[in-house]
């Protein structure tokens, strides 16, 4: 009798691990939103970085990887497609609420699900992520769409998880995760220079460096360290599966946190992408690497 409650909660372990790390990161994005007023989408993606790579640094000591031409080569487009995911989808919520957002973003992923699967019923899970799209963003004159610019940026931010997604898993395969802290680190040099040109000496402001610090922690140290646990406790296609509810996640924090208040056209598109990625995730092949949050 003792072994059943036992089984039960080390089963329920990482899925709670997971939930509170989607939580965290939608958090923390509707935190970086607050910072937006002052140092701008390109800024506070600039503090994210930088100080999360101060923490994964001091974490994970990335200079124990060992480095060959081709891995290096690896790395840094892991962590130039991590730089233009957070860059892409803060601009994203520049004009897009942060639900939308993350569904948006969430095509990236799916379309690699889909890419790895190649099955019959794959045009299902497509059918179903086009209506999500057709259903956010405007057609010809139709009104209640979301901004266009904002939901290109939110789809350039799905493009560059992708490439995070296959770039990662090589990645990973050489160096393990200590990867994270290199791509985070490359990530910080690779957009700083957009933030300083845009924001300038603001970020420099000491009230600024609590908020950035709480971002960089409830958006990668935080979430990213969970995951990984989790991530070693669950089979990928439930890991996946868990994931595609993120923009759930995203929705109701900018709800809670930003006053975001989504239509029933809306909800329902979010539920059709949620849908398609939880489909393309249980069909998909094994050995595809599972989305992470990487917002």
Not at 25 to 36: D, E, N, T, V, W
Not at 52 to 72: C, D, E, H, N, Q
Not at 152 to 158: F, S, V
Not at 240 to 259: K, Q, V
Request: charged share 10%.
């Amino acid at each position: 009798m003792t072994d059943q409650p036992r089984s039960l909660a080390s089963a329920l372990f990482p899925i709670g691990l997971l939930l509170i790390a989607m939580a965290s990161i939608q958090s923390g994005a509707s935190l970086a939103k607050s910072m937006f007023p002052l140092v701008g989408a390109q800024g506070t993606t600039t503090l994210r970085l930088l100080f999360a790579s101060v923490i994964m640094v001091i974490l994970l000591k990335p200079w124990r990887a060992t480095l060959t031409a081709k891995s290096l080569r690896t790395v840094l487009i892991y962590g130039i497609a991590l730089g233009g995911m957070n860059f892409l989808f803060y601009m994203s919520l520049r004009s897009v609420p942060l639900g939308i957002a993350v569904a948006l973003e969430f095509t990236g992923p799916l379309a690699v699900a889909i890419y790895s699967s190649r099955k019959a019923v794959d045009f299902l899970w497509i059918a179903l992520a086009v209506a999500g799209l057709v259903l956010l963003i405007p057609m010809g004159d139709a009104s209640g769409g979301v901004d266009l610019q904002g939901a290109a940026y939110a789809l350039g931010a799905g493009a560059c998880w992708a490439l995070y997604i296959l770039f990662g898993q090589k990645a990973g395969a050489d160096n393990g995760i200590q990867t994270a802290a290199l791509g985070v680190l490359i990530a910080a040099l690779f957009i700083a220079p957009i933030g300083i040109v845009h924001a300038g000496s603001a970020l420099l402001s000491p009230a600024l460096i609590p908020v950035a610090l709480g971002v960089a922690i409830l958006s990668t140290a935080l979430p990213y360290s969970l995951e990984m646990v989790a991530l070693t406790r669950l089979p990928a296609r439930t890991f996946g599966t868990l994931m595609s509810i993120e923009p759930a996640f995203g929705a109701l924090s900018g709800l809670l946190f930003l006053h975001e208040v989504l239509s029933l056209s809306q909800w329902l598109a979010i539920a059709c992408i949620i849908t398609a990625s939880i489909g393309a995730t249980l069909t998909m092949r094994s050995g595809t690497p599972p989305a992470v949050a990487a917002d």
